[in-house]
């Protein structure tokens, strides 16, 4: 077999010369939909950090700004044997995490389990469930006969929550497709709890942790600089180490002022009353078909959940638009149905290298029976970039804002997420706008580095886990709910 080398990528200068009059006067019009510039990424930012702060005030803000209870980072030292549980909004993972001897080392066992799309709206008694199941799978294929005494369980619980306690937390809303009753506005923990008594697992649940602040947890555990965890996938999130002197909320604990404590920002609700962030028709559209309209604002503008859908909206409305008319004649029926196309198929179009977009195309022709001219493949092609690039510019803001919020000059940025990870460009877009709205000299290195996350919802809930269990053997037992149940940890 000859090897053909790494692809080329071609250049795409001049690739608009055959585009008709119409279509490029559309292609001018996205673009002025959907560029968002230095001045607009400053006032959202400087907007961001105003709603942080309320968000920590006594009477609170759209941001919760949700204290964890997570008090301070790890030391690299934690040893133990721990499991956790990731539900996520298309996958539920179990994994048993090793603390190694070692500074910063561990070892990980894990499973996979398909969240079952009919659960996300079914009963609540069904979820819960179905994880317990989930994790008696797990324990009897690695641990059949065995003997495992109480094995601590950190639960990463990725939808905003109220804790009073690390080991309790009532859902506050569901995001991410979930909508099933009888959880919003109840702790969660007993629910799953009373699933485990049931099939008679060695399992103490010890704590209760969003996915963000286990990557803030698990980033840190190996790089010490790390100061903002960060999720861009089906959600978007942050999480980082606020003072409890900085929190008016949480006053009458009367918590020493330089105590640390891990903040869940749950920002995805951010200008939910639209005062700064640039709307479209087409997001419009997305907030008044969701599962819960006026909600989540910021996260329906940058999520992977929502980029395809927004793409999706864009190209039905070209193709009714009498000016437009892309498609013109054919069948559009498939690109009609809802979230019927997800973020990687926004990354397959702007990963395509070749001139005449054969590979777009083909996705076009497979997927959606659609046979697209060059000029709509052009269209769709700048389409599929400036959602992707708009998304990763609004998500820097947030960054930023806590960097401001902070006065954090330097750092590492933990970030996770399917969109982080595998859409094209998405790291460089980003970094690109934080210098815009920092203002970072020019040919100097980035001191804000937004970078690939230690597993959060995996070796991060297991840390969070070990220090919870670390607290109470000091009696350090602040935040704690059953302190006892944990004992039997110990």
């Known amino acids: ?25 559309q292609i001018k019009e996205l673009e002025r939909l959907f560029t968002v510039d230095q001045a607009k990424l400053k006032e959202i930012t400087n907007h961001f950090v105003k709603e942080l702060e309320k968000g920590l005030s006594v009477e609170g803000g759209t941001i919760p700004m949700n204290p964890t209870w997570v008090m301070g980072f790890p030391t690299g030292h934690e040893t133990g044997t721990f499991l956790a549980l990731d539900m996520g909004g298309t996958n539920l993972r179990v994994c048993e995490v090793i603390l190694a001897e070692e500074k910063g080392e561990f070892d990980i066992i894990q499973s996979k389990y398909r969240m079952p799309e009919e659960l996300k709206t079914g009963k609540s008694d069904e979820l819960w469930e179905y994880v317990a199941d989930c994790l008696q799978q797990f324990i009897e294929y690695h641990h059949e006969g065995e003997d495992l005494g109480k094995l601590p369980l950190g639960f990463t619980f990725s939808y905003p929550a109220t804790q009073d306690y690390i080991d309790h937390g009532v859902l506050q809303r569901w995001t991410k497709g979930f909508d099933i009753e009888g959880v919003e506005g109840h702790d969660v923990v007993p629910l799953l709890e009373d699933a485990l008594a049931k099939r008679d697992l060695p399992i103490k649940l010890a704590a209760l942790i969003n996915d963000t602040t286990g990557t803030l947890i698990a980033s840190a555990y190996t790089d010490d600089t790390m100061k903002i965890g960060c999720i861009f996938g089906t959600g978007c999130n942050a999480a980082y180490m606020e003072n409890c002197g900085s929190i008016p909320k949480l006053a009458h604990y009367k918590l020493p002022p330089d ?69 013109a004649g054919q ?13 990687s198929f926004l990354s397959l179009i702007e990963e395509d290298p070749f001139e005449n977009l054969l590979e777009t195309s083909d996705l076009f022709q497979h997927k959606l029976g659609i046979t697209a001219s060059k000029p709509e493949l052009e269209l769709c092609r700048r389409l ?88 109470v053997a000091e009696g350090n037992l602040v935040g704690i709910k059953n302190h006892e149940g944990i004992t039997a940890c110990l």
């Open 259 to 327: 105590m640390p404590i891990a903040i869940n920002c749950e920002y995805g609700a951010f200008d939910n009353e639209h005062v700064v962030l640039p709307i479209t028709p087409y997001d419009v559209i997305i907030d008044r078909d969701s599962p819960r309209p006026g909600q989540q604002a910021f996260e329906k503008m940058v999520a992977g959940l929502y980029l395809g859908e927004l793409f999706r909206l864009t190209l039905v409305d070209l193709h009714e638009k009498e000016t437009v008319k892309i498609f």
């Open 384 to 471: 599929a970039e400036l959602i992707g690039t708009r998304a990763a510019r609004i998500s820097a803001c947030g960054v930023a804002a806590i960097c401001k919020k902070k006065n954090i000059e330097s750092c590492h940025v933990g970030a996770d997420g399917s969109v982080f990870n595998k859409y094209p460009h998405f790291k460089a877009r980003g970094a690109q706008a934080l210098r815009e709205i920092l203002d970072w000299p020019k040919g100097k290195k980035d001191p804000v580095d937004i970078r690939a996350a230690e597993d959060g919802s995996g070796v991060g809930a297991a840390l969070i886990a070990a220090l919870t269990i670390k607290r």
């Open 331 to 343: 069948d559009i029926s498939k690109l009609r149905k809802a979230y019927t196309l997800d973020s």
């Open 1 to 25: 077999m000859v090897g053909v080398g790494p692809r080329r990528q071609p250049s795409r200068k001049g690739s608009m010369t055959d585009v008709p009059k119409n279509l490029l006067e």
